[in-house]
């Protein structure tokens, strides 16, 4: 009961947090991700679901999307492939204001469209790169291809 009624109100967070986001600074980077992830469903809960035989014990995939902004770190190999100290002495960059959905009812383009969704309540008027991660799932490509030219990106 208590995760239902806080459940009402999480939409309204997300939506206010967008709308009062600091303006992303000259050079950052928007950065999109998405992933599958299999979960398992209550046995009351399975009746009309298939397992895939690779998958034993998922019922069902839950597709999760993130966006967050970095500035870019210059770096050489040897600064990523180094040990503790020096990586110390050049270090990476550091995500910010991160946006994680996860969602198991929607199929993946409509959830890779809300990560784009949170990406222009960021940028707006598309002035800043954008990168996606994905692993390689043809659908989440296909999906990603099919808003970035549906947005002109």
């Given at each position: 009961m208590l995760a239902a009624d806080l459940a009402r109100w999480v939409g309204d967070f997300?939506?206010?947090r967008a709308a009062h986001?600091?303006?992303l600074a000259d050079g950052d980077v928007l950065m999109m991700q998405a992933d599958g992830k299999g979960i398992a469903l209550r046995p009351e809960h399975r009746a009309g679901?298939?397992?895939?035989?690779?998958?034993?014990?998922?019922?069902?995939?839950?597709?999760?999307?993130?966006?967050?902004?970095?500035?870019?770190?210059?770096?050489?190999?040897?600064?990523i492939a180094a040990p503790p100290a020096r990586r110390t002495?050049?270090?990476?960059?550091?995500?910010?204001?991160?946006?994680v959905s996860a969602l198991i009812t929607d199929d993946i383009p409509?959830?890779?469209?809300?990560?784009?969704?949170?990406a222009d309540l960021r940028d707006p008027h598309h002035?800043?790169?954008?990168?996606?991660?994905?692993?390689g799932n043809?659908?989440?490509?296909?999906?990603?291809?099919?808003?970035?030219?549906?947005?002109?990106?």
């Open positions: 997300y939506d206010h986001a600091d303006r679901t298939r397992t895939d035989a690779a998958h034993p014990g998922i019922e069902k995939m839950a597709e999760i999307v993130a966006v967050a902004a970095f500035t870019p770190a210059v770096r050489e190999p040897a600064d002495q050049h270090p990476g960059p550091v995500a910010r204001d991160k946006w409509a959830v890779i469209g809300r990560a784009f969704d949170e002035v800043h790169q954008r990168v996606f991660l994905v692993d043809k659908q989440q490509i296909t999906a990603i291809a099919e808003h970035a030219k549906k947005r002109g990106l």
